[in-house]
């Protein structure tokens, strides 16, 4: 066991005007297993990256442990896997590497395989394997699950609880409760670290939010009150003052030292009450630092003027001479919410491409009607580039909801004068996301919208679809997201 100290540590990139930490102090130790969380945009890539010396930071970060990141870039892609091994670790011993490829489940003869042909699922299983055999080193694993499907992502979180040391940045919250036992999170403020899992962290953060919540409406209360009495007593004693040079009803003069000294009275109490007051503001000001906004996301799906939007018939799906799923038969219908499931590889984005009218081939019978408007959302976000306001207009929607839904999903209005090149690839994600939500149409399609998405945004969405119920056909691997939000699943 060993410590890492972090101190007084403050960093922004050159040319910013903002911080992205600021003076933060924390302490991990080495044989910890740290769930990594925190909205997109906030700065998980950007803290693991000063943990590997990568920029020039204020402040200290010392430890007494290599620091080894994943994913490992893997720049010949063409090479065989065991040579793509090699380069990233030329000391490995083997016999270690193939006992952890035996735990990840996967077989040997991927080694004697062009890493390129390997599956996603695949590439990460032995990217992770090569990782967990690197000795005296705490491990950085950015975002493992993107490409897992949810058997994999079942099996990868088994592996990494057996293992300690490591900070793993994830969105998936069964993933993280199968695997964690602190979460180090990055709020709105600061960052802390919390003994337990996703579940316990949340629940402790929804009661110290409800807390704060509770304590800032009183505290609202008790301003007000003050501010009223201090502007009372404020005019009582000025209305005493004047009255000094004044007579009594009976026409005797006053007693203008009784008088002066009731005045002074009064002032002092209207001074107390005004320091009471700015001790409440003091306070108020205090909380709701690490409240995040998730306001309600709002939507208005098109009424269809069928109840049976699709239907597929013994469906199978071809790539080439390549059959790439058989017999899919199911119906889509107005308010259902259906997760089509299924191992990578099974043909689920085949089967959305299909439905959105893409050229698939197939045999088997598929019926949509021709006046059905669709929206999708693709895997893909490498195509957005250049700026918001051309983005808006070459996409043809509405502005202000669009805009209005990524505030809610926590953009800040600097974002939206960024490149769209410049986001991180969970707020590209909110970008195809808020595009649907903001389209007129009777179907929504969404083809793993939730990757790189944070926790808190996943929550949202999952509001919505249950508040507004909209018809939609996705393929999600977030355990928790479809048990919440799908009415069916289709399994390939």
Known sequence: MSLINVTGLTFAYEGSYDNIFENVNFQ?????????????????????????????????????????????????????????????????????????????????????????SLSNGEQTKVLLAALFIKENSFLLIDEPTNHLDMHARTLVSEYLNTKSGYILVSHDRSFLDHCVDHILSINKTNIEIQKGNFSSWWENKRRQDNFELAQNEKLIKDIKRLSDSSKRTGNWSHEVEKSKNGTRNSGSKLDKGYVGHKAAKMMKRSKSIEQRQQSAITEKSKL?????????????????????????????????????????????????????????????????????????????????DSQLKISYVSQDTSHLQGSLTDYIRDNGIDETLFKSILRKLDFSRMQFEKDLSTYSGGQKKKVLIATSLSEQVHLHIWDEPLNFIDVISRMQIEELLLEYTPTILFVEHDREFCNNVATKTIQL
């Open 28 to 116: 991990i130790d080495t044989d910890w297993k740290l769930g990594f969380t925190g909205r997109n945009g906030r700065g998980k890539t950007t803290f693991l990256q000063l943990l590997l010396g990568k920029h020039e930071y204020s402040g200290t970060i010392s430890a007494k442990v290599n620091f080894e990141y994943f994913p490992y870039p893997v720049p010949n892609k063409e090479d065989h896997t065991l040579d793509v091994i090699n380069e990233i670790f030329p000391d490995y011993v083997h016999w270690q590497f193939m006992r952890e490829l035996s735990l990840l489940q996967v077989d040997e003869d991927v080694l004697y395989r062009p890493f390129v």
């Open 288 to 368: 709701l630092k690490n409240i995040e906004s998730s306001d309600t996301l709002e939507i208005s799906q098109l009424a269809y003027h069928k109840n049976i939007l699709a239907e597929l018939e013994q469906v199978s799906v071809f790539y080439g001479e390549k059959q790439v799923c058989a017999n899919v038969s199911f119906t889509i219908e107005q308010g259902e919410r259906i997760a089509l499931s299924g191992k990578n590889g099974s043909g689920k984005s085949s089967i959305l491409k299909l439905i959105c009218g893409g050229d698939i081939p197939y045999t088997g019978s598929f019926m949509k």
